[in-house]
Nanobody
Framework: QVQLVESGGGLVQAGGSLSLSCAASGRTFSNYAMGWFRQAPGKERDFVSAISWNNGRTTYPDSVKGRFAISRDNAKNTVYLQMNSLKPEDTAVYYC?????????????????????WGQGTQVTVSS
């Protein structure tokens, strides 16, 4: 059974930085694409970033491009999200996700339905 445990959320002022971690267990981590999503109150869960399993290629939406960076350490079974220049609109619960179904693209998936396992989420609050 796959388990994903996020950590690192908290309260930060606008312009500040936070680093999130997601520790995975239950599968050979290096074989699977990983993603980060976020959900603000009353809104849908949105794509934030993803990293492929085979070439480390990363993907971001325009809303976070240049401010957020996803990375993975396969030896530690952990994926990270470094968030810089945070804005109040980045406030949300952040979830990491793993896709274990076969995925043959060189680009990691970006849709909610593309992922099979989810963590419990970690709250990020950015004050103005």
């Amino acid at each position: 059974q796959v388990q994903l445990v996020e950590s690192g959320g908290g309260l930060v002022q606008a312009g500040g930085s936070l680093s999130l971690s997601c520790a995975a267990s239950g599968r050979t981590f290096s074989n699977y694409a990983m993603g980060w999503f976020r959900q603000a109150p009353g809104k849908e869960r949105d794509f934030v970033s993803a990293i492929s399993w085979n070439n480390g290629r990363t993907t971001y939406p325009d809303s976070v491009k240049g401010r957020f960076a996803i990375s993975r350490d396969n030896a530690k079974n952990t994926v990270y999200l470094q968030m810089n220049s945070l804005k109040p609109e980045d406030t949300a619960v952040y979830y990491c996700a793993m896709r274990i179904r076969p995925w043959f693209s060189m680009v990691a998936p970006t849709g909610r339905g593309d992922y099979d396992y989810w963590g419990q989420g970690t709250q990020v609050t950015v004050s103005s």
